[in-house]
């Protein structure tokens, strides 16, 4: 992945068509090794989470290319090279485990991040995910803390300041029910996708994170199911 991180520095310093479409191939190259890696990422996690059996690279990866229509950065070329891992691949609608290398430091789009799952939840998922939390919130907590050993946080972005209506203002789990987005993430150090055992220890980093994922995705093929 080094060879990835030097590629996207460049690409930092010479974010226009004419420097892209000159390095072409050392993009490519780059590309290529990121992909071989998420490759190996996914059959790694495949033993664990059987959902992801039969994924391909392809199914997972996204462009580097930059939606600049509604943005004032008119940069075309993504910091970072991204890839979501989950049932069926990125477009399937289920949550699942997303990474990206970046260039270094922190926050996104350049710094590296982990995260684990939905950071755009349909209005029905989230009126049954909060209804599984206000019937268990212990459970729900207890995977949080779990994932919170392998240096995850749940995202706030967006919370809610109230309890939303039809629900319970005064349950013991009433903080976690104003959340908008119920997703786990964290910046790792570049070390982590650096180094032969890089593979193993991203897997292993990201499914500890597993349960609370399969507590979204309860929510979600609930609603796949025709069910309100």
């Not at 664990?48 to 930059?66: E, H, N, P, S």
């Not at 290398?101 to 991040?113: N, W």
């Not at 996708?193 to 979600?220: C, H, Y």
């Amino acid at each position: 992945m080094r060879r990835v991180i030097s590629y996207l520095r460049d690409l930092k310093a010479h974010n226009e068509r004419e420097w892209f479409n000159a390095h072409k191939d050392t993009y490519l190259e780059a590309q290529s090794v990121f992909n071989g890696y998420v490759q190996s990422l996914i059959g790694r996690m495949a033993e664990t989470d059987g959902t992801l059996g039969g994924l391909q690279a392809k199914d997972c990866v996204f462009r580097i290319y930059r939606d600049v229509r509604f943005s004032k950065d008119k940069s075309p070329y993504k910091t970072h090279m991204g890839a979501y891992i989950c049932r069926g691949g990125k477009k399937s609608g289920y949550s699942g485990y997303y990474f990206h290398v970046g260039i270094g430091g922190h926050g996104y789009p350049d710094g590296h991040m982990l995260a684990v799952g939905d950071y755009c939840c349909d209005a029905k998922v989230l009126k049954i995910l909060r209804e599984d939390i206000q019937d268990d919130g212990l459970t729900f907590h207890n995977y949080l803390a779990e994932a919170a050993k392998a240096g995850f946080v749940l995202d706030d972005s967006w919370k809610l300041k109230k309890v939303p209506a039809g629900f319970d203002k005064e349950s013991e789990w009433a903080e976690f029910l104003k959340y908008k987005v119920y997703c786990l993430w964290q910046e790792p150090a570049e070390d982590l996708f650096l180094g032969d055992d890089s593979v193993e220890r991203v897997a292993q980093t990201m499914l500890t994170a597993k349960p609370f994922l399969d507590f979204v995705n309860r929510a979600i093929e609930y609603v796949k199911e025709g069910n309100e």
